[in-house]
């Protein structure tokens, strides 16, 4: 009598992980032809031959080109791989719990300093071509509506601890922080005269505690 052989269990987190590091080479790919060639002159199939994998692996895993410059974009945002919604993020925790309007302030600064170098350069992609492609205008226009709303939840938290000017209304403490955190002014310190991050979130905290605080 013939034994059979078992069939070998199927080794679903072995194939989860070879994914997600798949997708992982796609977006470090994706973020280094950006920045460097700008939306014209990036290609899907440039990608896939950065990333090694086949074109329609690409579009398996993220999509459509300007799909991936959306991912790209909240991946900047969050530091990982998969969008997080802006509440569950660690640094906003952190600012929400932080035990005063100096120290909310420090905690946000220190993120941008982070955040930024990885988020302006893809910011400065999608400005640039919303002119041409309607999707990406959408998506800059959603992007910064976005900045906007959450830029005035930062003024209001701020306001919450009787620390913030009293000449000073919610909305306008969240347009100077809204102007003042901008990706593009970041650049123009940080590219355009060679300020490191560590100085622009040293700038930032200390403009903002004089700009804003009583």
């Known amino acids: 009598m013939v034994a059979h052989r078992k069939p070998r269990s199927y080794d679903a987190s072995r194939r989860r992980e070879a994914a997600e590091h798949t997708r992982h080479a796609i977006l470090q790919a994706a973020h280094a032809?950006?920045?460097a060639n700008g939306w014209a002159g990036t290609t899907m199939a440039a990608i896939a031959r950065d990333a090694d994998v086949a074109l329609d692996t690409v579009y398996a895993a993220v999509g459509t080109k300007s799909a991936l410059l959306r991912l790209l974009i909240e991946r900047a945002l969050s530091g990982v791989d998969e969008p997080v919604p802006a509440g569950e993020r660690a640094y906003v925790k952190a600012i929400g719990d932080a035990p005063d309007?100096?120290?909310?302030?420090?905690?946000?600064?220190?993120?941008?300093?982070?955040i930024l170098p990885r988020l302006a350069p893809l910011v400065h992609v999608l400005q640039a071509a919303s002119g041409a492609e309607p999707e990406l205008n959408a998506l800059w226009r959603e992007i910064s509506e976005r900045r906007a709303r959450n830029m005035r939840l930062f003024a209001a938290d701020l306001a919450k601890t009787g620390a913030l000017r009293p000449d000073l209304s919610v909305e306008e403490a969240a347009d100077v922080v809204w102007a003042m955190n901008s990706p593009e002014l970041y650049l123009l310190l940080v590219d355009g005269r060679g300020w490191t991050p560590e100085r622009y979130e040293r700038w930032l905290s200390d403009s903002w505690r004089r700009l804003l605080l009583r």
């Open 101 to 114: 309007a100096p120290t909310k302030i420090a905690r946000y600064a220190a993120a941008l300093r982070n």
């Open 33 to 35: 032809c950006f920045v």
